[in-house]
């Protein structure tokens, strides 16, 4: 080897250890996925959207596909505050379209409680609010559910104003 391929090499080696130094400052590495189950009916199209957002939102999810009635009654949500599927996380019970951002806020809170619920299937929430709903989205709270039963508004979200 020249004395100039040498130092070309060297020159090169410089670059690239420059280069990667510079990057792994700024490399972000995304914490490792919060694990879920969800019972749910095998059919249903909404749960599955659902299940999608929240594994885009870092979560990973294992599903029951066995209907969630059963699941519900046994993890303590009352029938009032009922949806269409049921889930567990971190020991919270999960019920309806929770958004994952209310989710991730209570892991993160980590309040004493049940859980989260969003009764019935609101339009515009997440699950609910896929091209079939044109963009509409109704009014709907995001409910903190105590051990005892009673609740309180965890988040509330206003209608859209274009339908």
């Known amino acids: 080897m020249t004395l100039k391929m040498y130092s070309m090499t060297l020159k090169r080696r410089s670059l690239l250890l420059s280069l990667l130094a510079m990057s792994s400052g700024s490399i972000a590495v995304a914490p490792n996925p919060v694990p879920v189950k969800v019972w749910k009916d095998p059919n249903c199209g909404c749960c599955k959207d659902w299940i999608d957002h929240l594994q885009k939102n870092n979560f990973l999810v294992k599903v029951m596909d066995q209907g969630n009635t059963t699941a519900r009654a046994r993890l303590g949500m009352p029938q009032t505050f009922g949806s269409c599927h049921t889930a567990l996380i971190e020991g919270y019970v ?24 969003v009764p019935g299937m609101p339009i515009g929430s997440p699950g609910m609010d896929g091209p079939a709903y044109g963009g509409k989205r109704d009014a709907y709270q995001v409910l903190l559910i105590h051990k005892d039963g009673t609740s309180r508004v965890f988040r509330a979200y206003k209608p859209s104003t274009t339908a």
């Open 94 to 117: 999960i019920e309806g379209h929770v958004p994952a951002s209310d989710i991730q806020l209570l892991l993160k809170e980590k309040p004493q409680a049940l859980g989260l619920a």
